[in-house]
Structure formats: structure tokens, C-alpha cells
């Protein structure tokens, strides 16, 4: 396994996305088959790529 480099920290604009973000993480990892919504991976902009 590879060493992960350049992660960076990025604070939630509003304390109820901290809170689904990791209510859909724990739903995610407790299935079988591990998943986690693609929404959590874009920005704003990177959303607007695909609407």
C-alpha cells in the first residue's frame, strides 16, 4: 500500500453538512457492499459540471 500525500483539511460551511456527511459515511461502511454518495467528492463547481 502506497503513501497517501497532499490531503488537505476543508472546514464545513455549515455544521448540519458535518453532520450528514458523516451520517451517510456510517450508512455507507456499514453496508455489505462499501459505498459512499458521489456528492461528498465534488465542490460546488464539480457539481455544477454534471446538473
Known sequence: ???V???RQVA???AGVDIAFRA???AGL???QKAIPARW???AT???LFE
Do not use: P
Request: proline share 0%; glycine share 10%; charged share 30%.
Open 1 to 3: 500500500m502506497g503513501v
Open 5 to 7: 500525500r497532499n490531503l
Open 12 to 14: 464545513a460551511d455549515d
Open 24 to 26: 451517510d459515511v456510517h
Open 30 to 32: 456499514a453496508q455489505k
Open 41 to 43: 467528492f465534488y465542490d
Open 46 to 48: 464539480g457539481s455544477a
